[in-house]
């Protein structure tokens, strides 16, 4: 996981880390990147999920193997994590065309790239010819995409553009690099590894009126940190959810934000203003 500040003041964006593998420090073998596993969603509907989900008590939390057991880890991402529409960059990390950024979803290796025509992009970062990785760095700017190994040429737009020493009867159109779905909006640019993904129309309606007057597209990130977080996702999406930790643990955010209170601990003040501003 990582955070991004933005800042209209910066003058000198770093490279992005976006999105990374949710983690489980509890897998017996790393997943590969150098031969990612290129997902659909009739994978995902198909997928080898354990062959007995253990059972789960309403209001408890989830049991131990739901957070360490490698089955359901890639069930999750599956099921999860390649369905759903993810935040990957800024649009002002990639404000030109040739501008790319990469981020991974598990051992899926993604490039984010906005085209000649001023459309972003996203694909997987992986040659159609050796399943080598193409671009290694996580943010830059190029003309067209070569993979290191054997030196596919592939156009902003994924399309193979050439390939020496190939046989004559192949054709190109046949192997341009995968695609990725990708939404801008409001500066924000969002993927999704499925192959019918839900539709973004609904978000995009959401979104929109919100992200307008922050003026991301203007920005520039103005520092990148990544977490390593030696936990299964679920841990970490559990411990944002719930804030009882918040008020000895968080002072500064708990000055600005109201769902660190609980029935116990508020005051009418502050039931008053909650109930204003629901």
């Not at 040739?98 to 981020?103: A, M, Q």
């Not at 700017?141 to 192949?170: F, N, S």
Request: include cysteine; proline fraction near 9%; charged fraction near 25%.
């Amino acid at each position: 996981a990582g955070s991004k500040s933005v800042s209209p003041e910066s003058k000198s964006p770093p490279c992005s880390r976006s999105i990374r593998a949710p983690p489980n420090p509890f897998l017996r073998r790393p997943l590969s990147v150098q031969s990612p596993r290129v997902s659909t969603t009739s994978d995902a509907t198909n997928a080898s999920a354990p062959a007995a989900l253990p059972a789960r008590n309403t209001g408890w939390t989830l049991p131990g193997p739901y957070f360490n057991d490698e089955s359901i880890y890639r069930t999750d991402l599956d099921r999860v994590w390649r369905r759903g529409w993810l935040f990957a960059v800024h649009s002002c990390e990639i404000p030109r065309p040739g501008d790319f950024v990469t981020v991974e979803v598990g051992p899926d290796p993604i490039i984010v790239v906005r085209g000649d025509d001023g459309v972003v992009r996203a694909m997987h970062n992986v040659c159609r010819h050796r399943g080598s990785v193409i671009c290694t760095e996580e943010c830059g700017h190029t003309t067209k995409l070569i993979c290191p190994y054997h030196q596919w040429a592939y156009g902003l737009d994924g399309r193979l553009i050439a390939w020496r020493g190939m046989q004559e009867e192949l054709r190109k159109e046949d192997f341009g690099l995968l695609r990725v779905h990708a939404e801008e909006v409001g500066g924000l640019v969002f993927v999704n590894l499925a192959d019918h993904p839900v539709p973004f129309g609904p978000a995009r309606e959401c979104l929109a009126p919100l992200l307008k007057p922050q003026g991301f597209g203007r920005a520039k990130v103005a520092k990148a940190v990544d977490y390593l977080v030696k936990a299964n996702w679920k841990v970490v999406w559990e411990n944002n959810r719930e804030c009882y930790h918040c008020n000895v643990n968080h002072p500064q955010y708990i000055k600005a934000n109201f769902d660190h209170y609980n029935s116990d601990d508020t005051s009418p003040r502050i039931r008053e203003e909650m109930s204003a501003l629901a």
